[in-house]
Structure formats: structure tokens, C-alpha cells
């Protein structure tokens, strides 16, 4: 089993809805807990940086943690085309400076 | 500010070759990450530097080498070729510092195929 599962899609929705992108974890260590969003024939680029359960706002971006589930989920309001990409979530490595990976979840918004 | 500059952008390489990568950071970050990137194992952490120091290392084989100059650029480097080492290699930077993690800021990668 890995330590980070991200279901890979593809996730195809409709211009203007609400996307829900999820995170299992099973290390209960983490306490960081990132999304990155990457472009086809681009490196990822950090979307949002949470720390410990609870929510994080950033525009159309919602990041949620819930620790006792091990759950972390990233919400995008009115979506848009520009939105598609794969998302990844990610988590620093206790003990040293690395991060684990999930696996992506492609997005596709259809106009 | 200069993000993070990666070259080669692609690289088409035999079995059994060598090859290095270049990795420049962004300005005052001193930490530098290295990942490979596959469809079936995703993103895979290689090794970190920091201060010319190899500070973290992953699980990858001896034939991948790192190593960071006085500036923070960072070369990579794999020896003896394989068809598997055919990746995405990406670079991040960070500012390092020690105590709280500090977010790394990727490049766009380089694309090598070994044949």
C-alpha cells in the first residue's frame, strides 16, 4: 500500500462547476499537506500549503484536512478551463526534507 | 524573480551512456531537490543538497549522483544507462532553512529517453 493514494482520473466536468479532488494518507506524521497543480510539458507548481486539520481558502481554491480521517481534499469553485491539469498532493517526509507524492488526478473542464 | 531553470529540456540518450543534468535554483533559495517523474511510479524523490552538501538522499541506485557548486546550481548525474531511466527529471528549489519546511518551487524538467 502506498503512504499517499490519489485516485488518477481523469475527472472531466463542466465549465463552472465544483471540483472535488481527494487524498487518502496513511502516515499519521504528516503535518504538512500541499497541492501542486502541473501542466502538461510543465514541472508542478505549489497551489496551496496547509498545516494540521481544518480549512485554507485561496480565491476559487479551498484546501481541506481532516487528520482523524487521514482525508485531504482541494475544492475548486466555478471552474474553468484554464483549471485543467493534474493535481497532486503532497506531503513532507518525516525526518528529512522530501516530499511523498500522489499519484495525480487529470482534470479536464470542458468549456 | 527567475524561476527555476532546467537544461537540457530533452535528452535522447543509448543504453549504458552517461548523462548529466543542470539544475539553476531561484535566486537566494539554497536548497535544491531532485525528482523523477514516471507514469508508474510518479514523482520519486532522488536527493536533496543544501550548501554544496548532499543533506537527503531517496532510493534510487549508486548511479545516480548529485552535486551542488558554490552558487547553488546543481548538476545530476546518471551513469550506465538503463530503458527505465526514462523519465521526467525535475529540480525544486527551496530556501532551506532549517526548523520549518519550506515550499519547493519546481522546474519544467528534462525529458530524457534512453534507447
Known amino acids: 500500500q502506498k503512504e499517499v493514494e490519489q485516485d488518477p482520473g481523469p475527472l472531466s466536468v463542466p465549465e463552472g462547476a465544483i471540483v472535488s479532488l481527494n487524498c487518502t494518507y496513511s502516515?499519521?506524521?504528516?503535518?504538512?499537506f500541499m497541492w501542486y497543480r502541473q501542466y502538461s510539458r510543465k514541472g508542478p507548481e505549489l497551489l496551496m500549503y496547509?498545516?494540521?486539520?481544518g480549512n485554507k481558502e485561496d480565491g476559487r481554491f479551498t484546501a481541506q484536512v481532516d487528520k482523524s480521517s487521514k482525508y485531504i481534499s482541494l475544492f475548486i469553485r466555478d471552474s474553468q478551463p484554464s483549471d485543467s491539469a493534474t493535481y497532486l498532493c503532497?506531503?513532507?517526509?518525516?525526518?528529512?526534507?522530501?516530499?511523498?507524492f500522489g499519484s495525480g488526478t487529470r482534470l479536464q473542464v470542458q468549456p | 524573480k527567475a524561476g527555476v531553470t532546467q537544461t537540457p529540456r530533452y535528452l535522447i540518450k543509448t543504453r549504458g551512456q552517461q548523462v548529466t543534468l543542470s539544475c539553476s535554483p531561484i535566486?537566494?533559495?539554497?536548497?535544491v531537490s531532485w525528482y523523477q517523474q514516471t507514469p508508474g511510479q510518479g514523482l520519486q524523490f532522488l536527493f536533496e543538497?543544501?550548501?554544496?552538501?548532499?543533506?537527503n538522499k531517496g532510493n534510487f541506485p549508486g548511479r545516480f549522483s548529485g552535486r551542488q557548486f558554490s552558487n547553488s546550481r546543481s548538476e545530476m548525474n546518471v551513469s550506465t544507462l538503463e530503458l527505465g531511466d526514462s523519465a521526467l527529471y525535475l529540480c525544486?528549489?527551496?530556501?532551506?532553512?532549517?526548523?520549518?519546511?519550506?515550499?519547493?518551487?519546481f522546474g519544467n524538467g528534462t525529458r530524457l529517453t534512453v534507447t
Open positions: 543538497y543544501f550548501s554544496e552538501t548532499q543533506r
Open positions: 525544486a528549489s527551496s530556501l532551506g532553512g532549517r526548523g520549518v519546511h519550506s515550499p519547493l518551487h
Open positions: 502516515n499519521s506524521a504528516f503535518q504538512y
Open positions: 496547509t498545516y494540521s486539520s
Open positions: 535566486s537566494g533559495h539554497r536548497s
Open positions: 503532497a506531503m513532507p517526509q518525516t525526518g528529512r526534507r522530501a516530499l511523498t
